[in-house]
T-cell receptor, first 109, second 114 residues
Framework: KNEVEQSPQNLTAQEGEFITINCSYSVGISALHWLQQHPGGGIVSLFMLSSGKKKHGRLIATINIQEKHSSLHITASHPRDSAVYICALRDFGNEKLTFGTGTRLTIIP | NAGVTQTPKFRILKIGQSMTLQCTQDMNHNYMYWYRQDPGMGLKLIYYSVGAGITDKGEVPNGYNVSRSTTEDFPLRLELAAPSQTSVYFC?????????????FGSGTRLTVV
């Protein structure tokens, strides 16, 4: 079974800071997803990665397949970025995702 | 488009009662999923479906049943509610297998069994 570890568990930063959230896993995967869970509970899919790097607005996601590690970066952070960020792993050959427990990000104005 | 719609948003059940959590999507997605999220834990897959008429168990299927009679609807049935089923339930959908498609989640159903 794939083990997924996110760090840090909690992160508080000032508005404008550059944010990095990490996700490490133990077994090779077919894809990794980054999700955002808002304070109200809704979940939004941010990125799906199988290799390299993706960018959407102020968010950048990278994955290193050899090191079994992914990072989510937020540039010029804003209070509206406050949420729980979750990484989820998709194994080869099945539809089951393994979810991390999330990183709770708080951006202070 | 409404995306993925879940009803109800909140529900309190007594032990032994039954209920159905509704999930509907209007994006013509083939794949649909039910997850539960317990406090401090990652989401766990209950059941999933790769198309109308096809369902399969996830990690934690005990105490639940599903059906997929149409592409749009994927209801989750709790037959005999137990306190261990107190959780937040999320329905999600995806267009197809693998590829570059992400998931669309519903807004969740918060269920309390007392």
């Amino acid at each position: 079974k794939n083990e997924v570890e996110q760090s840090p568990q909690n992160l508080t930063a000032q508005e404008g800071e550059f944010i990095t959230i990490n996700c490490s896993y133990s077994v090779g995967i077919s894809a990794l997803h980054w999700l955002q869970q808002h304070p109200g509970g809704g979940i939004v899919s941010l990125f799906m990665l199988s290799s390299g790097k993706k960018k959407h607005g102020r968010l950048i996601a990278t994955i290193n397949i050899q090191e079994k590690h992914s990072s989510l970066h937020i540039t010029a952070s804003h209070p509206r970025d406050s949420a729980v960020y979750i990484c989820a792993l998709r194994d080869f050959g099945n539809e089951k995702l393994t979810f991390g427990t999330g990183t709770r990000l708080t951006i202070i104005p | 488009n409404a995306g993925v719609t879940q009803t109800p948003k909140f529900r309190i059940l007594k032990i032994g009662q039954s209920m159905t959590l509704q999930c509907t999507q209007d994006m013509n997605h083939n794949y649909m999923y039910w997850y539960r999220q317990d406090p401090g834990m990652g989401l766990k897959l209950i059941y999933y479906s790769v198309g109308a008429g096809i369902t399969d168990k996830g990690e934690v299927p005990n105490g639940y049943n599903v059906s997929r009679s149409t592409t749009e609807d994927f209801p989750l049935r709790l037959e005999l509610a137990a306190p261990s089923q107190t959780s937040v339930y999320f329905c999600a959908s995806k267009k197809t297998e693998g590829g570059s498609y992400g998931y669309t989640f519903g807004s969740g159903t918060r269920l309390t069994v007392v």
